[in-house]
C-alpha cells in the first residue's frame, strides 16, 4: 500500500512558490557574487529592520548543522565548551560536528528541551580549575527538538545569567519561525536579537529550498567571522540563492504566515489526539507533537503514514514524532484523523 502522506519532518517538500518565481525572474540577471548581490544585500537590512538593530552582522548559510559548527567553531577557545540539553540538536543530531573542531558538548537532562539557570548552574562548578573544560556559550533551540519555546521571562533569566557568569547565549532558530507563530509566543524577533548573542533564523525547515539566516548582535564576535564562513566552504558564490529566498520569505512576512499554517496543521491533530485521550510526552503549539499512542494504533498507522517512533516507553506503547510543514495539506491531517478516529481503545 502506498503512503499517503510523511509526517516524518518539515522539509520533504520543495519550497515555497513564490521562491520559485523570484528565482526565475532573476535567473538571467547578472548579480555580485559571494553574498554581495542585491537580494542578498535587501533581505539582510530586512532582518536588520525587524530587530531594530542596524549595526547586526547578517550572514546567510546553506544549512543548519553548518552554521552551529561555523559559529561554534569560531567563538570557543580550545579549551572551551557549550552547554546543551541532552536532547540538543548539536548533541544528537549532527554526528559529531561540534565534537569534531575540538570542543566538548557539556550536556543537561531536561524534561521539556528547555534550558533554565538551575539546570545549567551544576555545570559550572568546575573543580579542580584549569583540569577541566571552561564552559563558554550557552545552546538552545527554539522552539526545542521536543517542540518547546521559551517564553520571554524564561529567555530575559537565561541571559542576564549568562552575563552574570561570562557565557554567551546562541539560540539555533532552525525553526524559529513556527516558535514565532506559536499560539503561546510572546517574543518578537527584537526580543530575541536583545537577549542572544548570536542566533539564526531557519528556511531550510520552513519553506525555503535550503538557507540558515545567521544573525551576530555581540561586537566581539563578529570580527573575522567571514573568515571561518570562507575556510569551512560556506561562503557561496552564488549567494544570490540564498539571498532570493530569505528576500524571498521576509518581505511581506512569508515566512511567519506560512508557519502559522504548518502549527495550525499540528493544533488540528493534537486536538484529535486529545478527543480520543492520549497523552503526550510534552505541550507543543508547534509543528512537532509527540502523541503517546499504543504499538498497535502506530503499526495500523505506518500502514498509511511515515513518522519517526522517538521513544518506546513500555511493551504496549511509544511516542511518535509528527511535524507539519508549511505544505502539509488539510486533506492530509483528515486522512490522518480518520485513522486514529476509527482506532479501538
Same mark, same amino acid.
Given at each position: 500500500?502506498?503512503?499517503?502522506?510523511?509526517?516524518?519532518?518539515?522539509?520533504?517538500?520543495?519550497?515555497?512558490?513564490?521562491?520559485?518565481?523570484?528565482?526565475?525572474?532573476?535567473?538571467?540577471?547578472?548579480?555580485?557574487?559571494?553574498?554581495?548581490?542585491?537580494?542578498?544585500?535587501?533581505?539582510?537590512?530586512?532582518?536588520?529592520?525587524? $530587530?531594530?538593530?542596524?549595526?547586526?552582522?547578517?550572514?546567510?548559510?546553506?544549512?543548519?548543522?553548518?552554521?552551529?559548527?561555523?559559529?561554534?567553531?569560531?567563538?570557543?577557545?580550545?579549551?572551551?565548551?557549550?552547554?546543551?540539553?541532552?536532547?540538543?540538536?548539536?548533541?544528537?543530531?549532527?554526528?559529531?560536528?561540534?565534537? +569534531?573542531?575540538?570542543?566538548?558538548?557539556?550536556?543537561?537532562?531536561?524534561?521539556?528541551?528547555?534550558?533554565?539557570?538551575?539546570?545549567?548552574?551544576?555545570?559550572?562548578?568546575?573543580?579542580?580549575?584549569?583540569?577541566?573544560?571552561?564552559?563558554?556559550?550557552?545552546?538552545?533551540?527554539?522552539?526545542?527538538?521536543?517542540?518547546?519555546?521559551?517564553?520571554?521571562?524564561?529567555?530575559?533569566?537565561?541571559?542576564?545569567?549568562?552575563?552574570?557568569?561570562?557565557?554567551?547565549?546562541?539560540?539555533?532558530?532552525?525553526?524559529?519561525?513556527?516558535?514565532?507563530? +506559536?499560539?503561546?509566543?510572546?517574543?518578537?524577533?527584537?526580543?530575541?536579537?536583545?537577549?542572544?548573542? $548570536?542566533?539564526?533564523?531557519?528556511?531550510?525547515?520552513?519553506?525555503?529550498?535550503?538557507?540558515?539566516?545567521?544573525?551576530?548582535?555581540?561586537?566581539?564576535?563578529?570580527?573575522?567571522?567571514?573568515?571561518?564562513?570562507?575556510?569551512?566552504?560556506?561562503?557561496?558564490?552564488?549567494?544570490?540563492?540564498?539571498?532570493?529566498?530569505?528576500?524571498?520569505?521576509?518581505?511581506?512576512?512569508?515566512?511567519?504566515?506560512?508557519?502559522?499554517?504548518?502549527?495550525?496543521?499540528?493544533?488540528?491533530?493534537?486536538?484529535?489526539?486529545?478527543?480520543?485521550?492520549?497523552?503526550?510526552?510534552?505541550?507543543?503549539?508547534?509543528?512537532?507533537?509527540?502523541?503517546?499512542?499504543?504499538?498497535?494504533?502506530?503499526?495500523?498507522?505506518?500502514?498509511?503514514?511515515?513518522?519517526?517512533?522517538?521513544?518506546?516507553?513500555?511493551?504496549?506503547?511509544?511516542?511518535?514524532?509528527?511535524?507539519?510543514?508549511? +505544505?502539509?495539506?488539510?486533506?492530509?491531517?483528515?486522512?490522518?484523523?480518520?485513522?486514529?478516529?476509527?482506532?479501538?481503545?
Amino acid at each position: 500500500m502506498s503512503l499517503i502522506y510523511s509526517f516524518a519532518n518539515d522539509y520533504s517538500e520543495g519550497c515555497h512558490p513564490s521562491i520559485l518565481e523570484n528565482l526565475t525572474v532573476s535567473n538571467y540577471q547578472q548579480f555580485s557574487g559571494y553574498g554581495e548581490d542585491p537580494y542578498t544585500l535587501e533581505s539582510s537590512e530586512i532582518i536588520r529592520n525587524k $530587530i531594530n538593530n542596524s549595526k547586526a552582522d547578517v550572514h546567510l548559510i546553506a544549512g543548519g548543522t553548518l552554521t552551529n559548527l561555523l559559529v561554534l567553531g569560531a567563538i570557543l577557545k580550545p579549551f572551551e565548551s557549550v552547554i546543551s540539553a541532552e536532547s540538543g540538536h548539536i548533541n544528537t543530531h549532527e554526528a559529531g560536528a561540534i565534537e +569534531a573542531t575540538g570542543h566538548k558538548i557539556e550536556t543537561v537532562l531536561t524534561t521539556d528541551g528547555k534550558l533554565s539557570p538551575e539546570l545549567i548552574l551544576p555545570v559550572l562548578n568546575k573543580f579542580p580549575p584549569y583540569h577541566t573544560v571552561k564552559p563558554k556559550v550557552v545552546y538552545i533551540s527554539n522552539s526545542t527538538e521536543l517542540g518547546t519555546i521559551y517564553k520571554k521571562n524564561e529567555l530575559i533569566k537565561l541571559y542576564e545569567f549568562c552575563l552574570e557568569n561570562n557565557l554567551l547565549l546562541y539560540l539555533d532558530g532552525a525553526r524559529l519561525a513556527s516558535g514565532m507563530a +506559536a499560539s503561546s509566543n510572546d517574543l518578537t524577533l527584537e526580543d530575541i536579537a536583545k537577549y542572544t548573542d $548570536i542566533f539564526y533564523l531557519g528556511a531550510t525547515k520552513c519553506g525555503g529550498l535550503i538557507g540558515e539566516a545567521l544573525i551576530i548582535t555581540h561586537n566581539d564576535l563578529k570580527t573575522d567571522f567571514k573568515y571561518h564562513i570562507k575556510q569551512r566552504g560556506a561562503m557561496l558564490a552564488k549567494g544570490r540563492l540564498l539571498g532570493i529566498q530569505f528576500y524571498s520569505l521576509l518581505k511581506d512576512d512569508l515566512i511567519f504566515k506560512i508557519a502559522h499554517h504548518s502549527n495550525l496543521m499540528a493544533v488540528k491533530l493534537t486536538s484529535a489526539f486529545k478527543d480520543k485521550n492520549f497523552s503526550f510526552l510534552t505541550e507543543s503549539h508547534t509543528n512537532q507533537i509527540f502523541p503517546i499512542l499504543p504499538n498497535s494504533l502506530i503499526n495500523k498507522l505506518q500502514n498509511k503514514f511515515n513518522f519517526f517512533i522517538w521513544q518506546p516507553l513500555n511493551t504496549d506503547k511509544s511516542v511518535i514524532r509528527l511535524i507539519t510543514s508549511w +505544505a502539509t495539506s488539510e486533506k492530509a491531517v483528515d486522512e490522518f484523523i480518520n485513522e486514529i478516529s476509527d482506532f479501538k481503545l
